[in-house]
Structures are given as C-alpha cells and as structure tokens.
C-alpha cells in the first residue's frame, strides 16, 4: 500500500458542478495536508493547508479531512475550465519527518 | 515578498557530464527540498536541508548530492549524468519543513542528450 493515494483519473466535471477530489493516506498520526495544483508544465501551486482539525474553506475551494478514515478531500464549487489540471495531495508523514506526495489527480472541466 | 528562484530555468547536458542547480528560497525560509518530476513518475523527493543540514534524504543514487548555504539558498548537483536523468527539477522552500506551507520555484528542466 502506499503511503499517499490518489485516483489518477482523468475525473471529467461539467462546468458549474462540483469536482470532489479524493486522497487517502497510511499514517494514523499525520496531521498535516495539503492541495497542490498543478498545470501542464508549470510547478505545483499551494491550494489549501489544513492541520488536523477539519475543514477549511478558501473561495471555491474547501478541504475536508476525516481522521477516522484517514482520508482528505478538496471540493470545488462551481467549476471553471481555468481548473482543469492536476491536483496533488501532500500528507506530512511524522513517522519518517517528510512530505509524502499523491500521484495526482488530472481534473477536466468540460465547458 | 518575492518568491521561490531557481535558476537556471533551462539546462542541456550531455550525458557523462556534471551540472548544479541553483535554488533561493523564499526569504525567512529555512528549509529547503528537491524534487525529480517525470512524466511517469510523479514528484519524487531527492532531499531536504534545514539550516546547511541535510534533515531527510530520498532513494536517489549518490550521484546525486546537495547543500546549502548559511543564506538557506541551495544547490544540487548531479554528476557522470544519464539519459534517465532527464526531468524538471523542483524545489520547494518553506518556514520549517515540519507542518508548514511549501512553496515552489519554477523549475529547472534538464535535458540529458
């Protein structure tokens, strides 16, 4: 299993919908997350932050971490062709001190 | 607050030779990462230095090393170069490593001929 999983898709989302990107993760005691985005041969671009306690919003954008679960999800409302990226999950593992990356997601937004 | 500044942004090698790579992050930034991204790989961790120490180190060969500078700029270099080494090369500055927001440069991308 690894340690930060993310469906690698393409996930294709009809403008003005919601797109709900999903992440798992292995260790129990992370507690920090993050969204990355990401376009076409570009760098990754911070999104979201949260730590530990839940959910945040930001905008369109709203992270949701279930703890019990131990998975974090990014929503975001009313889609907009500018989205249509990658979007990768970065779980902060304390068990070996590093950043652990998702694959990555490729979202579409299709006008 | 200017940003993340890797330099330089584009890089043709021929194969056998050696090349450094040049990273200044944000300032009051401490910690510093490298990363490898392939197509078919995804972002792969090369290594981490906080405060001129390498804090964490990712499975790449030893042709691979790094440092940093008291600054908390860093380099990376990548000596007897191979086809296979051909990616962008990230990096990514942020206050402590630990629990904290990590901010991208723009990339280096590497050609290896």
């Known amino acids: 299993q690894k340690e930060v999983e993310q469906n690698s898709g393409p996930l294709s989302v009809p403008e003005g919908a919601i797109a709900s990107l999903n992440c798992t993760y292995s260790d129990r005691g992370s507690q920090s997350f993050f969204w990355y985005r990401q376009y076409s041969g570009k760098s990754p671009e911070l999104i979201m932050f949260?730590?530990s306690n839940g959910d945040k919003e930001d905008g369109r954008f709203t992270a949701q971490l279930n703890k019990a679960s131990q998975y974090v999800s990014l929503l975001i409302r009313d889609s907009q062709p500018s989205d249509s990226a990658t979007y990768l999950c970065a779980v902060f593992m304390d068990s070996n001190y590093q950043l652990i990356w998702g694959a990555g997601t490729k979202l579409i937004i299709k006008p | 607050k200017a940003g993340v500044t890797q330099t330089p942004r584009y890089l043709i090698k021929t194969r056998g030779q050696q090349v450094t790579l040049s990273c200044s992050p944000i300032s009051g930034h401490r910690s510093v990462s490298w990363y490898q991204q392939t197509p078919g790989q995804g972002l792969q961790f090369l290594f981490e230095?906080?405060?001129?120490?390498?804090?964490n180190k990712g499975n790449f060969p030893g042709r691979f090393s790094g440092r940093q500078f008291s600054n908390s700029r860093s380099e990376m270099n990548v000596s007897t170069l191979e086809l296979g080494d051909s990616a962008l090369y990230l990096c990514?500055?942020?206050?402590?490593?630990?629990?904290?927001?990590?901010?991208f440069g723009q990339g280096t991308r590497l050609t290896v001929v």
């Open positions: 949260i730590y």
């Open positions: 990514a500055s942020s206050v402590q490593g630990k629990n904290t927001e990590a901010f």
């Open positions: 230095y906080f405060s001129e120490t390498q804090r």
